[in-house]
């Protein structure tokens, strides 16, 4: 019941909205807008901070990861998730933000009005690239669409251990650093380019063309995935080049255009 509640909260608000004739237009849309804001406000407190259990089921934990699942998984599912999981206890532990207390809970919303109500940039994601992300880190909560691990959506199981340890790595970053340092304060090149350096399969990583690619392009050429590679590279570049630490590239201020004309003359890019 507290499920269905959370799934059918947004056309509940529009039904409330329709009755309220007698209302001025511009009050209607500002109180229209407030309870949304209301709504949601409630709504990410369940999702984030309460327990996942409140509206989930437990499925399949690990050491340091649990995975909740609105449905009974089928014994595939289970087997492929628990691998998934075991591979990201491995990597977890290997990461340098890495400490012993870690716990993650990955949460999965089959229902899209509720994944898309848990964080506005879902609403972006869509309008701008026909799809919602996979997955997306609030504090250490991982809320995925749709996993359909059986299946594999449309990303193969590879992809999805990547995704998911891409997305494990932000609890890292937030857990040391804090949330509001790395949601709001740190660069997003930083914030996105780190976990994609740890993550991208090495193929990927040091492809040739793919970095020709993205070190030739007009930077406001490049699409989202490309920024992210390009990112990558950069924080790479930072790290293993420049002797930039870990600890640094999260706390000082560290300057984009040095690092990116850098990393440009390193491959014989700059002009």
């Known amino acids: 019941m507290f499920k269905k509640i959370l799934y059918n909260i947004f056309p509940w608000l529009i039904f409330i909205a329709k009755q309220k004739e007698e209302i001025s237009t511009p009050k209607k849309i500002n109180a229209f807008v407030n309870s949304i804001l209301s709504i949601w406000g409630f709504y990410m407190t369940v999702i984030v901070f309460l327990p996942a259990s409140l509206y989930s089921n437990l499925q399949v934990h690990s050491k340091h990861f649990n995975f909740?699942?609105?449905?009974?998984?089928?014994?595939?599912?289970?087997?492929?998730?628990?691998?998934i999981m075991h591979y990201l206890d491995n990597v977890i532990e290997k990461e340098p933000l890495?400490?012993?207390?870690?716990?993650?809970?990955i949460v999965d919303f089959e229902n899209r009005l509720a994944y898309m109500f848990s964080n506005p940039i879902n609403v972006y994601g869509y309008i701008r690239y026909k799809r919602f992300p996979i997955a997306i880190t609030i504090f250490n909560r991982v809320i995925t669409h749709d996993l359909n691990i059986s299946n594999g959506l449309f990303y193969n199981l590879e992809s999805i251990k990547a995704t998911l340890h891409h997305e494990a790595i932000h609890t890292l970053q937030y857990?040391?650093?804090?949330y509001?340092?790395?949601?709001?304060?740190?660069?997003?090149?930083?914030r996105e380019g780190y976990p994609v350096y740890r993550t991208l399969n090495e193929s990927v990583r040091y492809n040739k063309k793919m970095i020709d690619h993205v070190l030739s392009t007009d930077q406001k050429r490049l699409t989202i995935a490309e920024k992210y590679l390009l990112w990558a590279l950069m924080v790479k570049h930072s790290i293993e080049d420049m002797h930039i630490s870990i600890d640094d590239l999260y706390t000082k201020n560290i300057d984009y255009d040095r690092v990116y004309h850098s990393l440009l003359k390193k491959?014989?890019?700059a002009t």
Do not use: C, R
């Open 98 to 105: 890495y400490h012993d207390n870690t716990a993650v809970d």
């Open 175 to 178: 857990k040391k650093y804090g």
């Open 180 to 190: 509001f340092h790395i949601a709001f304060m740190l660069p997003q090149w930083i």
């Open 68 to 83: 909740y699942e609105s449905d009974s998984l089928s014994s595939k599912e289970k087997n492929k998730m628990q691998e």
């Open 267 to 269: 491959y014989g890019k």
